[in-house]
């Protein structure tokens, strides 16, 4: 996939589900169907957001990280069949081992 997002927006895919609990119970595909996980990890990253001033604050996000977002953030979008969600980087909760 090739895109380039602009300014403080990133691109992110979601991880898929884990589909065992802790003690190695597997969950069926039906039983989570309306929740969608709420991590990911970051596809693509802009250049950063443009101050008042003009100055450009760099972005904290990068290619590769693992991200917590809200449930409802972002906008959905498909690219060659894969579905990605573009947000702001101020609508990341936070970085999952970083």
Do not use: C, W
């Not at 039906?30 to 008042?52: F, L, M, R, S």
């Amino acid at each position: 996939m090739n895109i380039r997002p602009l300014f403080d927006r990133i691109v992110v895919k979601r991880l898929e589900e884990e589909r065992k609990t802790a003690s190695g119970i597997v969950i069926p595909d039906n039983a989570n169907a309306a929740e969608k996980p709420d991590q990911g990890e970051v596809i693509a990253v802009g250049t950063g957001k443009v101050n008042d001033d003009g100055s450009v604050r760099k972005m904290e996000i990068k290619k590769g990280d693992k991200v917590l977002f809200g449930k409802y953030t972002g906008q959905s979008f498909k690219i060659d069949g894969q579905e990605f969600i573009a947000m702001r980087e101020e609508d990341i909760i936070g970085v999952i081992g970083g």
